[in-house]
């Protein structure tokens, strides 16, 4: 999932650059609200293992 928010990111910087400014726009949208569930869902995945009591399998 962070690798989707960063490949809208780098879309969102290419069309800046070239001047599409609405696509820019969007893509910066899309990889913000990506950026955002992947924080939520490593958060709530880190809360699950605390409460499990398993450390990180390294």
């Known amino acids: 999932m962070l690798g989707w928010a960063l490949t809208f990111f780098i879309i969102a910087i290419l069309a800046g650059v070239l001047g599409f400014g609405g696509i820019a726009g969007a893509a910066a949208g ?12 490593l ?15 390294v």
């Open 30 to 41: 899309i990889a913000k609200i990506i950026f955002f569930i992947f924080v939520v869902l």
């Open 43 to 57: 958060v709530l995945s880190l809360v699950a293992n605390a409460i499990r009591g398993k450390g990180p399998s």
